[in-house]
Nanobody
Framework: RVHLMESGGGSVQAGGSLRLSCAAP????????MGWFRQAPGMEREGVAA???????HYADSVKGRFTISKDKDENTVYLLMNSLKPEDTATYYC?????????????????????WGKGTQVTVST
């Protein structure tokens, strides 16, 4: 079982930046699609970004050009760099993983494809 631990959330003003991290002690992400999802109160969980087994990246339209997903060279930590944050980015952000060699789950950014989840970290963007 893969245990995912997010960190890096917080409160920022609009236009600011945050970097989220997702670690899985004892595991590497080389055979996983890793994703970031978010959920605001009263809203469905939505896919934000994902990085596949080959390092290919995928983004929701709402964050393209502002957010960057990456993983470290040892492939045991995944990051989400969030720039130009907007109040509508306020949500609980979750790291997720699915064991796969294929890029499909990453490209779809569908929460139902992912079997491992962290507990989430809160991001609040104020005006």
């Amino acid at each position: 079982r893969v245990h995912l631990m997010e960190s890096g959330g917080g409160s920022v003003q609009a236009g600011g930046s945050l970097r989220l991290s997702c670690a899985a002690p004892g595991h590497t992400y080389s055979h996983y699609c890793m994703g970031w999802f978010r959920q605001a109160p009263g809203m469905e969980r939505e896919g934000v970004a994902a990085i596949d087994n080959n390092g290919g990246t995928h983004y929701a339209d709402s964050v393209k050009g502002r957010f960057t997903i990456s993983k470290d060279k040892d492939e045991n930590t995944v990051y989400l760099l969030m720039n130009s944050l907007k109040p509508e980015d306020t949500a609980t952000y979750y790291c997720a993983a699915v064991h796969t060699w294929y890029s499909g789950p990453c490209a779809r950014l569908n929460a139902q494809d992912f079997g491992y989840w962290g507990k989430g970290t809160q991001v609040t963007v104020s005006t």
